[in-house]
């Protein structure tokens, strides 16, 4: 099945249509599918190649494939006991209905879902290749236009509304300009180029492109995310490590304290201490499935020479941010809108406090809320283009990026964006800055970016393949900017938010936390507490 594509040439820099999907995961092409189907003309542009690149394209990820009943009551309240107080029941339910349509409808048109022992279709797992490929197969026989390798830069503004978007053909940075009467914004979420599987494409910048649009962001300060890898390599992916058994560098077993696995592991490491795993568990027919169904998680291995079943490797910890942490532009309703007119938010891109609260969503809720999120705000865009009728295309649009774009000073290049990452991350990736927090820390972290995002917005900017590169710069600043805003805002411990100088949680910060602004970060907590406390 062939793929509509096309690049866009210096004689073809501006193209019209009725929805742009930025992103090519699995939210987008859900969400320019379901724009399809409303009849509407799409393109998605993608910042890498739709279908391999993304956090879900290299791994398997379960999904929520839950018929009513008993089976998701009782999914719904664990998920609900887990989240802090911070879940919606009805966003929940919404959720799981919608991913069992969505899997469902995968099947039917014949996606190769396993079969169980009885030899029923098993559709609740997902192979990231199989899944990408199928999707971005799907999207182009519904007549989507896709775009690959064209990063976006900035939003396009006109007559008060989000009317398409602007970016870069980084191989001969060429410049692009889509004009349409909406825009999904399926970007994903920050991982602040920590190299976990996937996620280096995920640098906010969906996030930033929002803000300056006038977008807030909620539950930021749910990004201390860490996925456990083998130390020598970014592999992310956790059900291999169902199978092992952890030990210390003498060859005791990892202390049991009652907290949660990642906690004893971080509490090593930041002692100094080394942490091993050994896959011990289960048996040889398992391992041998394991192998099988895994392949990435194994090459590494075999690369060095080493049989985890047999030898022991030391791990760690690897930041996943907001990708498989919580935070993300806030939604205002039930179509995945933003409360600035034609733009929509779907996948890691938008917030996913309603689905799991102060925990990771990493598995079957993200995976679910990309199926969902993306299917609803397809096709609401879809239809608030068609209420614009024929003017969508002929507006006067301008755009709306300024950081690392279009620098308020004498423009600067090359060694400021590395420089600049560079001191980003040291505020966004250390163990012992992120994953315990405190509020002296936080202090500093604040001051430090301040004055990193005071060079980039008065002299960023990128000429050639380095457009991409400092608009990166600029959105994982401010990410980190609003992550440590909102952290400070929330003087108390709840899910991944864990302060060592307010170590409780305090029922009377059950609430969301907002923040907003550019050059100016503004929170706001949420005036009453969620009446949703399991």
């Known amino acids: 099945m062939n793929t509509k594509t096309f690049q866009v040439s210096a004689a073809q820099s501006v193209i019209t249509t009725d929805v742009l999907v930025l992103g090519g995961g699995p939210a987008g092409t859900w969400a320019a599918l379901s724009a399809a189907k409303q009849g509407a003309r799409v393109i998605l542009a993608d910042k890498g190649y739709c279908g391999t690149s993304g956090a879900t394209a290299p791994s398997n990820t379960g999904a929520w494939y839950l018929p009513k009943g008993a089976e998701r009551d009782a999914e719904i309240e664990r998920r ?12 929940l339910q919404r959720v799981i209905e ?72 980084p191989r001969t940075g060429n410049r692009w300009e889509v004009r349409a009467g909406a825009v999904v914004l399926a970007t994903g979420g920050c991982a602040f180029l920590s190299h976990a599987l996937g996620c280096d494409g995920n640098t906010g910048d969906g996030y930033l492109m929002a803000a300056e649009a006038g977008v807030r962001l909620s539950g930021m300060e749910f990004s201390s995310q860490y996925g456990l890898s083998p130390a020598h390599t970014s592999v992310t992916k956790g059900l291999t490590f169902t199978f092992a058994s952890f030990y210390l560098e003498d060859g005791s077993p990892l202390p049991e304290t009652g907290e949660d696995r990642a906690v004893r592991i971080a509490r090593q490491l930041l002692a100094g201490e080394k942490v091993y795993a050994l896959m011990n568990r289960g048996n040889p027919i398992e391992h041998e499935w394991l192998r099988q169904g895994q392949p990435n998680c194994f090459l590494p291995f075999e690369r060095i020479g080493l049989d985890p079943f047999q030898q022991p490797f030391p791990v760690t910890l690897r930041s996943e941010g907001t990708v498989r942490g919580v935070g993300g532009l806030e939604i205002i309703n039930n179509d995945c809108a933003t409360k600035v007119p034609g733009l929509y938010a ?27 999120s993306g299917t609803w705000s397809g096709r609401a865009a879809a239809l608030f283009a068609a209420s614009l009728g024929d003017k969508a295309g002929t507006r006067l649009v301008r755009g709306l990026g300024q950081a690392g774009l279009r620098p308020r000073k004498q423009p600067l290049e090359d060694e400021l964006i590395s420089e600049a990452i560079s001191a980003v991350q040291a505020e966004a990736l250390p163990l012992d800055v992120n994953f315990f927090r405190s509020g002296a820390r936080i202090a500093l972290s604040r001051q430090r970016l301040d004055a990193v995002w005071a060079d980039i917005s008065d002299y960023l900017v990128g000429e050639g393949r380095n457009a991409l590169r400092a608009r990166e710069a600029a959105a994982m600043a401010a990410t980190a900017r609003w992550i440590w805003a909102s952290a400070d805002a929330r003087k108390e411990s709840r899910g991944m938010h864990r302060r060592t100088d307010f170590t409780k949680t305090d029922v009377q910060q059950t609430r969301r936390i907002f923040t907003s602004g550019i050059d100016d970060v503004v929170v706001v907590a949420a005036e009453n507490q969620l009446q949703e406390v399991a």
């Not at 609900?80 to 966003?91: E, H, T």
């Not at 779907?346 to 969902?372: F, K, M, Y």
């Open 80 to 91: 609900l006991s887990r989240s802090s107080g911070l879940a919606d029941r009805r966003w």
């Open 98 to 169: 919608q991913a069992q349509i969505g899997l469902d409808d995968l099947g039917d048109n014949g996606y190769p879902f396993p079969f169980d022992e009885q030899g029923n279709p098993y559709r609740a797992n997902l192979r990231g290749p199989d899944y990408m490929r199928f999707m971005r197969q799907r999207a182009g026989a519904a007549g989507v236009s896709i775009l690959d390798h064209h990063p976006a830069l900035e939003l396009l503004w006109a007559d008060g509304t989000i009317a398409g978007a602007a970016g870069i053909y």
């Open 346 to 372: 779907a996948g890691d891109a938008a917030s996913r406090e309603n689905l799991t609260g102060a925990v990771s969503g990493g598995g079957s809720p993200n995976a679910s809320w990309a199926i969902a």
